[in-house]
C-alpha cells in the first residue's frame, strides 16, 4: 500500500525558505508510471496545485509560484522535496504531498496526511 | 485566471439524490475531476476524466458534464458522503480547483 508522509518545519519566519520532504513507501519514485506532487491548502484561497515532478527530474510548476519554487528528488532515499524561497504571511497552509494518476501530473489520488506551515516572525 | 464557481453549500435527506455542480467557461472541453474531503483529512479523489471512479469508489457517485457546468451526482446519500467536494480541470498551465461545496446529510 502506498503511503506518503511530509515532514519540515512547522515555523518558518517571512522572507526565508520554507522546505518540505515527502516520504514515500510501498513504491519507488522511480517507476516511470507517475509524477510526484505538492498541492497547498488555505482557508482563503483553498486548494492549490504546487507542482509536480517525474522520475527523470521533469518539472511541472504551478506559474503563480514558479519563480519561487523547486522541487526535486531524492532517488536514494525515496523522497522528493519542496523548497519554496520568499515565503511570505500568503504561503502559510496545509501542505500535502501527493501521487498523481498515471499519465497525469495534476490529478492526485494518493495524498499524505497534510503538514501545517506557519510563516511569522 | 480560470475560475470554478460551486455553491457554498448543499444539503440532501437521508436516501436522496445531491447534485454537487461546478461552472466554468467552456468548462466541456476540459477534463474535470472530484474530490472530497472530510474534516482534517487529505482529499480524496472520488471522479476523473468527467465521469471515470477510482477503484474503491462507489457506484452511487458519478460525474457529468455540460458545455459549462460539471455535476457530481450521489445517490443515495449517506451519512459517510457528508463532506466538502471539490472539482478540478487544467488551464494555463495549472491545476484549478473550485473553492468547494460542503454537503450535509439531513
Known amino acids: 500500500q502506498l503511503q506518503l508522509q511530509e515532514s519540515g518545519p512547522g515555523l518558518v519566519k517571512p522572507s526565508e525558505t520554507l522546505s518540505l520532504t515527502c516520504t514515500v513507501s510501498?513504491?519507488?519514485?522511480?517507476?516511470?508510471?507517475?509524477?510526484w506532487g505538492w498541492i497547498r491548502q488555505t482557508p482563503g484561497k483553498g486548494l492549490e496545485w504546487i507542482g509536480s515532478?517525474?522520475?527523470?527530474?521533469?518539472?511541472y510548476y504551478n506559474p503563480s509560484l514558479k519563480s519561487r519554487l523547486t522541487i526535486s528528488l531524492d532517488t536514494f532515499k525515496n523522497q522528493f522535496s519542496l523548497s519554496l524561497s520568499s515565503v511570505t504571511a500568503a504561503d502559510t497552509a496545509v501542505y500535502y504531498c501527493?501521487?498523481?494518476?498515471?499519465?497525469?501530473?495534476?490529478?492526485?489520488?494518493?495524498w499524505g496526511q497534510g503538514t501545517l506551515v506557519t510563516v511569522s516572525s | 485566471s480560470y475560475e470554478l464557481t460551486q455553491p457554498l453549500s448543499e444539503s440532501v435527506a437521508l436516501g436522496q439524490t445531491a447534485r454537487i455542480t461546478c461552472e466554468g467557461y467552456?468548462?466541456?472541453?476540459?477534463?474535470v475531476h472530484w474530490y472530497l474531503q472530510r474534516p482534517g483529512q487529505a482529499p480524496v479523489l472520488v471522479i476523473y476524466r468527467d465521469t471515470k471512479r477510482p477503484s474503491g469508489v462507489p457506484e452511487r457517485l458519478s460525474g457529468s458534464k455540460s458545455e459549462d457546468t460539471a455535476t457530481l451526482t450521489i445517490t443515495r446519500a449517506q451519512v459517510v458522503d457528508e463532506a466538502d467536494y471539490y472539482c478540478q480541470v487544467w488551464d494555463s498551465r495549472t491545476g484549478v480547483f473550485g473553492r468547494g461545496t460542503k454537503l450535509t446529510v439531513l
Open positions: 501527493a501521487r498523481p494518476l498515471s499519465g497525469f501530473y495534476y490529478v492526485f489520488d494518493y
Open positions: 515532478v517525474y522520475y527523470s527530474g521533469t518539472t
Open positions: 510501498g513504491g519507488s519514485i522511480t517507476s516511470f508510471s507517475y509524477y
Open positions: 467552456n468548462i466541456g472541453s476540459k477534463d
